[in-house]
């Protein structure tokens, strides 16, 4: 089996070379951590028998623990798969994706942090707003997101994903409303409000929008039954 250590020692070297300009320090890193992920020549960790009669002792090499390495995360991540599942409730879900356009990828590169925390707020208090405001659900909803930085080509596209239930709680009669499957909201209603807060949060956190920012951005809101797949 080829492992990613392996890969990164050997194309590593090309790699800063050709890139070193770009690299952010959290990229660096996290190629020294799976650098070093399970190797004989790193950190070790002693198993020994409790039968006193066997005795035998075992070096066992460390696992970097990155959150990028795909040996060490992928145990944790069917855990978190498997405890999201234990949470499903009785409604239909939706899979809405929010896309950053073009356009701002190069202020969002050069400021990650902040942008990225700006992406996530806005999402949130937009899919809040519009649930309270719905004639139907008008109350409470909770929803799992999640940031993808880049697409399936490997080309940097920072979008958050989000698994939502048709469903809220009413908070002034405790009561359970779920949504008729088939559509949750306005993907173009999305698409505008979402831009509208992202563009006033940039400026707000002192950033520049860029002049060619387009007026049409990209939501995508779909219903995926039961949220399982």
């Known amino acids: 089996m080829i492992l990613l250590s392996s890969i990164i020692k050997t194309f590593k070297d090309r ?15 996290a ?6 992920c ?18 035998e002792r075992t ?10 390495c795909p040996h060490c995360q992928n145990h944790e991540n069917q855990q978190w798969i498997e405890n999201q599942l ?20 190069d202020l969002t590169w050069h400021n990650q942090t ?8 806005c999402v949130q208090d ?37 698994v939502m239930p048709g469903a809220s709680i009413c908070m002034k009669t405790r009561l359970w409303r779920v949504k008729n499957p088939g559509y949750l909201f306005s ?16 400026v707000d956190s002192g950033l520049q929008v860029p002049k060619d920012c387009p007026q049409q951005w990209v939501v995508d809101c779909k219903d995926v039954g039961k949220g399982d797949k």
Request: overall charge positive.
């Open 114 to 121: 902040t942008m990225y925390s700006l992406m996530f707020t």
């Open 86 to 105: 234990s949470k499903q409730l009785p409604a239909p879900y939706y899979l809405i994706t929010f896309t950053l356009p073009e356009q701002l990828r």
């Open 59 to 68: 070096y066992i090499p460390h696992s970097c623990g990155h959150r990028n």
């Open 187 to 202: 993907h173009k209603a999305l698409a505008k409000v979402f831009r509208a807060k992202m563009l006033q949060a940039i």
């Open 38 to 55: 399970r190797q004989e020549h790193g950190p070790h960790m002693l198993a020994q028998c409790s039968d006193h009669q066997c005795g």
């Open 126 to 162: 937009l899919l809040k707003t519009f649930t309270r405001n719905d004639k139907k659900l008008g109350g409470a909803a909770g929803f799992t997101t999640i940031i993808h930085t880049h697409s399936r080509a490997l080309d940097y596209h920072p979008h958050i994903h989000v």
């Open 15 to 29: 790699y800063l070379d050709r890139y070193k300009k770009s690299i952010l320090p959290s990229h660096r890193k």
């Open 31 to 36: 190629i020294q951590a799976m650098e070093q």
